[in-house]
């Protein structure tokens, strides 16, 4: 597995090669930079006892109806249950935006109903789907409350600090996410004074890396936001918006993107576009799917567990 | 467009030939004034993520009406809100905005925001 990690990030067949082996997901640790596979849920369960341990969900859309999944309301539900059967409670957890499909009241209603099952608190970013009523208010409105601008906020839970961004409010036309200046100078200030040796992790709905511009996947300003983090000695960026994995690690940076729980999109340039991806029905519980992530206290190295809702 | 003034003036001379041969043209009237499309239409339409055409150019007075054929919604902003920003438009959803004054204008899919395309408004004249 650890040739798998590239740039371009870890291939499906890699990921599902290593699905059928382990049979629930695979756990990446990153130690000193050089990722790699620690081996089956077991081990990771064990280590999970020792550090913090949080759940990341992402792209829920509830609402969606179309034939990628006519269900996407189950399919949260399913990643639910999932989250319910996890050996150890997971501190809390993020989800990282697209909660629902079209901010309609009552897909928010759905979603929370459902996402509260898990009895955890759960931290929001926003995704593009989710400003998409007239005026822009139910997200702020349900989720917003003691954030800043269109919704950023940071926290601490176990000596990490947990910076949420929102990188999907009033996007610029020909231009991909954007955080935008009032923003950035409000992470620069929030990592002021913090010591390099704090375990950060930012979480944000479209990627912080740029992955594919010609589908709008990245973030304009990125770079700006991932200057303020160089000097600190573990970052992870985990972010959507792409509905399937992909990884890489730059310097101390690892950039991380989590299934969606609602319906695939294909790979970069492998499709005439990143509309929701149609896949034989035996195969799409395979590309949706929860992450857990876990940090172990003073060793600087974190593992992400991505599974899937069926193996 | 075309067509319905082909038909238009199809009814006119229906109504024109009913009136010389001293029949009411009552019935027929009212039919064609209600159903008539607009003048002067055009369409987009958002098809894999893609504005088509791309550049659209029209007479000042044109509706022009985007129709969105994916799965995914799409919403349509323009630059500098030079004309009125759509709702959000979920899969068959459409959207017409009426160009009254000449101009350039870009206009971009401000849920995807990499997606950007073109109305050119001539003058009547």
Not at chain 1, 84 to 94: G, L, T
Not at chain 1, 299 to 306: F, G, H, K, S
Not at chain 2, 71 to 87: L, T, W
């Amino acid at each position: 597995m650890s040739e798998s990690n590239r740039d371009d990030g870890v291939s499906r067949r890699k990921v599902l090669e290593c699905m059928t082996w382990v049979g629930t997901g695979v756990l990446w640790t990153v130690s000193g930079g050089v990722p790699h596979s620690l081996g089956i849920m077991g081990e990771a369960a064990a280590a999970e006892a020792k550090g913090l341990t949080f759940l990341q969900i992402s792209d829920s859309h509830v609402g969606f109806d179309k034939p990628a999944n006519p269900n996407a309301l189950g399919t949260l539900e399913e990643a639910i249950a999932k989250v319910n059967a996890q050996p150890q409670k997971p501190a809390f957890m993020i989800h990282t935006g697209d909660i629902s499909h079209l901010s309609l009241e009552a897909q928010f209603d759905d979603a929370d109903r459902i996402i509260s099952q898990a009895r955890l608190d759960v931290h929001y970013v926003p995704g593009e789907h989710d400003f998409l009523d007239p005026n822009q208010t139910l997200y702020q409105q349900r989720y917003g409350r003691g954030t800043k601008g269109a919704g950023w906020y940071s926290f601490d839970a176990d000596g990490v600090h947990f910076i949420g961004l929102v990188n999907v409010f009033n996007l610029k036309g020909g231009g991909m996410g954007d955080l935008g200046a009032e923003q950035l100078e409000w992470l620069e200030d929030d990592l002021k004074g913090r010591s390099a040796s704090t375990p950060i992790v930012v979480f944000a709905h479209i990627p912080l890396w740029t992955i594919y511009p010609d589908w709008g996947w990245g973030t304009d300003d990125s770079a700006q936001a991932l200057s303020y983090l160089k000097r600190f000695g573990s970052v992870t960026v985990l972010n959507g918006h792409i509905h399937q994995i992909m990884q890489k690690v730059e310097g101390n940076v690892t950039f991380h993107t989590a299934r969606s729980t609602a319906f695939p999109q294909p790979a970069p340039g492998q499709a005439a576009s990143p509309g929701p991806m149609k896949v034989p029905d035996d195969q799409l519980r395979k590309m949706l799917g929860i992450a857990s992530v876990t940090f172990r206290q003073n060793e600087q190295r974190l593992a992400i567990i991505d599974s899937p809702l069926k193996s | 467009m075309f067509l319905s003034n082909t038909i238009r003036s199809a009814l006119v001379a229906a109504a024109l030939g009913a009136a010389t041969a001293g029949l009411t043209a009552v019935a027929v009237l009212p039919g064609w004034a209600q159903g008539a499309p607009q003048a002067n239409a055009a369409a987009v339409s958002i098809d894999n993520f893609t504005f088509t055409p791309q550049t659209l150019t029209v007479k000042a007075g044109t509706t022009v009406t985007w129709t969105n054929r994916d799965d995914i919604p799409h919403g349509i902003a323009s630059e500098a809100n030079a004309f009125a920003k759509s709702k959000a438009l979920d899969t068959d959803d459409s959207y017409s905005f009426t160009f009254a004054t000449p101009g350039t204008y870009k206009y971009f899919c401000y849920v995807h925001p990499h997606m950007t395309g073109t109305i050119v408004v001539e003058p009547n004249s």
